[in-house]
């Protein structure tokens, strides 16, 4: 069985290699920044998004793809911003792939589209193996999970772009250990950029929007 | 590839239920009674368990098994309680299955322990299929995640005996909609059993040993 299962599994990947090869083609041509999210369940990835939509809006024009097992709870939210928004529901599976981000954008306009942000499922395992096409890809982690996600979590670590420290409002409430938690990342992936930022009261939004926006270009 | 993947995965499945029996009858003979741990990452399994092995030492044999993708540091940290515990990594793999918990107990004397707990990898999808021969299986959601996760990682709370809302301490620096969240556990799951904890300031401890203590059997 487990021979059987890693050739299946390098099939797989090696078919969601080559869909997102194309993604990332197609982004390019059209001129459409793409972001992805992930983290554990619960971190903050729609708070940030919505925050971060609704503060680019006025210069941008962003869109969002959502995934979750179940639910059109985050696409709801998200639409509030009054952005193009869509949920993919993916059942049981515990992260997106890119097929299922380049069927879901088949009948979008993608030139009318300056940054599309793709929020995965809640997971820090199983996206890590997904390249979706995305240029930018930012792990989120909050301060109330604790200081060793990365050292318990390389992987997710391993694939991203930009690690963003969420929630720093409740970094005393929790007495997080900021020193061993940006120690922690840089043992896992040295020289990884850092945001540390709080989507209830705005502190480092702007870090967060500066890193964002020069990426995209408007059209 | 979709077909023989769902072919592969089938046969795996069958193969861990069958692990899995194998070891329910095993703790029933040997009368020790397996408690599970499932959340998403930094929800407080570890700190639940620091405190719970610290409460039930006096009156119980307990011990633990731990999962995680890399590192022992939680098993380090239940190992100051003075109870046998054993880490088990697993790699890339986001969740414990029956073969890695029957392995790691392999050389262990079942008779010498009342209650084995065991802390799966944090992720709120993957071990929803893995059964581990556990006669209680507790899902943890902690306040500062949201209300949502019931709704939106249904699966996970399908398969639990009993909801554990942890960080309770935190619920008003974070907004919790209590009722919400309640509620959202009720249509998932109607009828389960909630407990709500806090493992900083011992809210709610009470219940949640008084719940393990009975159904084990001092030897």
Known sequence: VTARIVEVRKNIL??????AAELRRL??????FVVSL??????????????TMRALRGS????????????????????????PVRQINTGAVCHLDAAMVGDSLADWD?????????????????PASYD???????????????????LKYPTIFNTADLVV????DLASAVRFDRTAALENIATTRP??????????????????????????VRK
């Not at 982004?27 to 459409?32: A, D, L, T, Y």
């Open 60 to 83: 941008h024009r962003v869109a969002a793809l959502v995934g979750d097992l179940a639910t059109d709870n985050d696409a709801r939210r998200l639409a509030r911003s009054g952005a």
């Open 38 to 51: 992930v983290s554990s369940p619960g971190a903050g990835k729609t708070a940030l998004l919505e925050r």
């Open 132 to 150: 979706l096409g995305e240029q930018l890809r930012v792990v989120l982690m909050s301060v109330t999970e604790g200081e060793d996600k990365p």
């Open 165 to 168: 420290v969420t929630k720093a």
């Open 191 to 216: 020289g990884i950029e850092v945001i540390e930022l709080s989507s209830q009261d705005g502190t480092g939004m702007e870090s967060w929007l500066r890193r964002l926006a020069p990426s995209a």
């Open 27 to 32: 982004f390019e041509e059209k001129g459409v």
């Open 14 to 19: 090696r078919e969601n290699d080559r869909r």
């Open 110 to 126: 993608l030139s009318g589209i300056d940054i599309l942000f793709v929020e995965n499922v809640g997971n820090l395992v199983c």
